[in-house]
């Protein structure tokens, strides 16, 4: 979900009560590539020898990739983190071609390296009482919720996932749920399968007699809208991870300010810090 521009994230997206745990401090690393492999037409997954990082990271976290030596790629690339496998001691991302640093990124071989700072941001939290845990994400968003089947599977949570993308042969994270043990419902937009309407429905039936309690949402507005509206009507708890351009992903820059109301003297909430993950509420909601 870009935070772009998008000014109805005022009125949906809430700054968080305080973390109740310490989040990890976060590691520089020189990373090996250790796979990349492509998705469809669309996607890389990029598999990252960083034992440290992966062994700390929270669900929902992200970050930040520095290509090359600075020259070709200034900036570094914020990246959710896809998979923790801190056993294997690498961590995996997932991304879309759409500038220069993602291009650069997209032709890195096996036994390159990169830098990786991380992990970073405020990631998804599962209650105590979680029991039964939607997730919905759209095309390189799935890349941010599946940590949160991987911490829901651990702690025996029922956990479901909508994965849409344009075609069925994009759609990102479909071996990954089948290995954890999640429910995936793959949709796509060539089949029609991914309209709205026809989601809602199919989860309405699927949850007609058990709603989950909490549901998580990237990369598509109207997944938000659609979790918002469910969460709504069963009394779920949504929470909603963010994407914005960053400089630095540590809260130096301030150049990710959220378009969230908050204090007159205080800057809006930074998605690399305060975020990537917020609560969402239906405006409805809100102003009841």
Request: overall charge negative.
């Amino acid at each position: 979900m870009s935070a772009d521009g998008v000014g109805r994230l005022g009125d949906i997206v809430k700054v968080r009560p305080p973390q109740a745990a310490d989040r990890p401090e976060p590691l520089w690393d020189h990373a090996e590539v250790t796979s990349h492999r492509t998705i469809g037409d669309r996607y890389h997954r990029i598999a990252l020898r960083s034992p440290a990082i992966a062994a700390a990271a929270l669900a929902g976290q992200f970050v930040m990739i520095t290509i090359g030596d600075g020259m070709e790629v200034v900036l570094p690339r914020p990246m959710a983190i896809h998979r923790r496998r801190p056993e294997a001691g690498e961590i995996e991302i997932v991304f879309a071609v759409l500038g220069r640093g993602t291009a650069v990124l997209a032709e890195l071989a096996v036994g390159d390296f990169v830098t990786v700072t991380g992990p970073l941001g405020r990631g998804f939290e599962l209650s105590d009482d979680a029991a039964n845990l939607l997730l919905m994400g759209r095309g390189i968003g799935v890349g941010a919720v599946m940590g949160a089947a991987e911490d829901a599977v651990a702690r025996g949570i029922e956990t479901t996932a909508v994965l849409s993308a344009h075609r069925l042969e994009s759609v990102i994270g479909g071996d990954d749920c089948t290995e954890l043990g999640a429910a995936a419902i793959a949709v796509a937009d060539e089949d029609g399968s991914s309209a709205v309407i026809r989601i809602e429905r199919d989860l309405l039936a699927r949850f007609a007699a058990s709603p989950p309690d909490t549901i998580m949402v990237c990369g598509s507005q109207r997944l938000l809208d659609l979790a918002l509206r469910l969460g709504e009507r069963w009394g779920s708890r949504v929470q909603v991870s963010l994407e914005a351009h960053m400089a630095c992903g540590i809260g130096y820059c301030h150049g990710c300010a959220a378009p969230i109301p908050t204090d007159a003297n205080r800057e809006g909430p930074l998605v690399c810090v305060d975020g990537p993950v917020f609560d969402a509420v239906s405006p409805l909601a809100a102003t009841a």
